[in-house]
């Protein structure tokens, strides 16, 4: 009877039992673990062929589960662990100039391999403890490129907020007039004074309230003309010709 023979169906990688006995796959962290499995995949939507050559991007790798914040850590972690190595280091940028970054996995044949690594180079193994391994990959999640990070504080840098002062001479400049003039109220019922704000009368009594918004809003603008009340029911100058003399004198 013939010796039955194993048999895997469809595309598939082997993971060598130095790699799995190695500290390094116990201290990965789960961001990592999932960057390894998707480069795995592109290694296998190559046929085997291409590993040197594996292109993957940030996109791929957030497409996995990755928060975008943990991609270049796990990027790190692997490659200081020895697990892959990143043959070339892509750039963003626009669609016609960006180009995605090439990895290797150490525990298989490299597209270009010769005789003394057709099995991998393996750099893992230079870990020994736990400890050592988990040391590694702490400072690798924590070490950034100071190249990416000024780059980063250059993008998302705050704008300056440019502001406008009125000028000594009482002119009008494009930010000086207020939005809102003001609220409109009837009289004082004391015999006060009713200013003129922007053309609009403004109450004010003889003893206001100093904290008042609206006349804090008026003292700030500079538009307040002391005009003498109204008749009738003091909200609104009682013509048009009236109402036109009054908003003048109010910007001399």
Known sequence: ???????IA???????????????LWVLSLSA????????????????????KLPVTYKDLERCG??????APALRELEALGIIETTRRGYGGAAEVRVPSLYRLTYVRAWNAG??????????????TREEAEKAAQEARKAADPRNSARSKNYFAT????????PENGGETQNSRPRKAGVLRPPPENGGTIYILEGIPYPHNDHPEPHSPDAEAAREHGRLTPQP?????????????????????ARR
């Open 229 to 249: 009340a109204p008749a009738g029911d003091g909200l609104r100058p009682s013509s048009a010709p009236e109402r036109t003399r009054r908003a003048e004198g």
């Open 159 to 166: 704008p300056g907020i440019r502001s406008f002062s009125t």
């Open 1 to 7: 009877m013939a010796k039955q023979r194993n048999a």
């Open 10 to 24: 469809g595309a598939f990688i082997a993971r060598p039992r130095q790699l799995l006995d190695s500290p390094v």
């Open 66 to 71: 990755i928060h975008p914040d943990a991609v």
């Open 33 to 52: 673990h999932r960057a390894l499995i998707r480069i795995e995949l592109e290694h296998m939507a190559h046929a085997g062929s291409a590993n040197g």
């Open 115 to 128: 005789r003394a690594d057709g099995a991998g180079t393996h750099e893992y193994l230079r870990f020994k």
